[in-house]
């Protein structure tokens, strides 16, 4: 277990949003700090998508507050909470399928070149030591996932896991405080599921950042979230340690309700 700052790194209070008079997330309220991995679990449909479009302003709240370290994100746009620390990777792969898996990684350190355009055009000392650095950097972000021997290779020619690590190694070339995982083990087999258990692990220890994942494999979560949160029906219903949501009749029977979903 992680020993965390006292103050969260994200705190969301009554978040809310309804979409047609219909309430997606009511009443939402999670904190997450430096070093801690916890999760947002629940059935289809509960909202834990939409939470995450919300943190990252996808979704502009009908009501409620988010800060990131501190600092109140009402009015930020995506762009913006990117610059303070917000990183995101999705249900869906994103990634540049036609540039290489290390150029994948550099086109997100965009915020650590330190030469302008003169330098870039010209190829000037001080551009090549930056992209040089860049590349170093890459490579190491590439190595938490085993993937540093495949830096030359297209994105598109990977397997789906290796797109999937791929993915969460440009999220974090962003220099998060807070990474959102969603689903980063949908379409793993188990032992894809099993290495990446251990580089979100790997990443929190390396890091500490705070980490915050949707995931439905239980397996997963119950191994590496030091809290969970349950949402059923956009509301929170259930929060705590693995072994308190593992427990809690009202998770049983709204998510974990057989052992063949469990």
């Known amino acids: 277990m992680s020993n965390f700052a006292s103050n969260p790194v994200l705190r969301c209070e009554g ?26 679990i629940g059935p289809n449909g509960a909202g834990k998508t939409t939470v995450f479009n919300l943190l990252t302003k996808v979704y502009e709240p009908n009501a409620g507050r988010i800060e990131l ?25 994103r990634l540049f399928n036609k540039l290489s898996v290390i150029d994948n990684v ?7 070149m330190g030469y302008g355009l003169f330098d870039g055009l010209f190829r000037t ?22 993937m540093q021997d495949l830096a030359s290779a297209r994105a598109d020619s990977l397997p ?15 220099e998060p405080s807070l990474l959102l995982l969603d689903e980063p083990a949908a379409g793993m087999n188990p032992r894809e599921t099993e290495d990446l258990m251990a580089s979100i692990a790997e990443i929190s220890e390396k890091f500490n950042i705070a980490i915050l994942l949707i995931e439905h494999d239980m397996k997963l979560v119950m191994g590496i979230c030091e809290n969970i949160t349950v949402l059923n029906f956009g509301e929170v219903i259930a929060r705590g340690t693995p072994a308190d949501i593992q427990s809690n009749p009202a998770v049983i029977e709204a998510y974990l309700g057989s052992d063949e979903e469990a």
Not at 106 to 112: C, E, I, L, P
Not at 132 to 142: N, T
Not at 161 to 171: F, K, M, P, V, Y
């Open 15 to 40: 978040l809310e949003i309804s979409f047609g008079g219909l309430t997606a997330v009511n009443a939402f309220d999670i904190e997450v700090r430096r070093g801690e991995i916890a999760g947002l």
């Open 69 to 93: 370290n501190g600092e109140d994100c009402e009015g930020k746009t995506t762009v913006q909470l990117s610059k303070m620390g917000i990183a995101r990777t999705f249900q869906n792969i």
């Open 106 to 112: 550099k086109v997100a350190m965009n915020r650590s």
């Open 125 to 146: 000392p001080r551009c090549r030591r930056q992209e040089k650095e860049l590349e170093r950097k890459a490579l190491e972000l590439l190595a938490i996932f085993d």
């Open 160 to 174: 789906y896991g290796a797109q999937r690590r791929l993915e969460i190694a440009r999220a974090l070339a962003t």
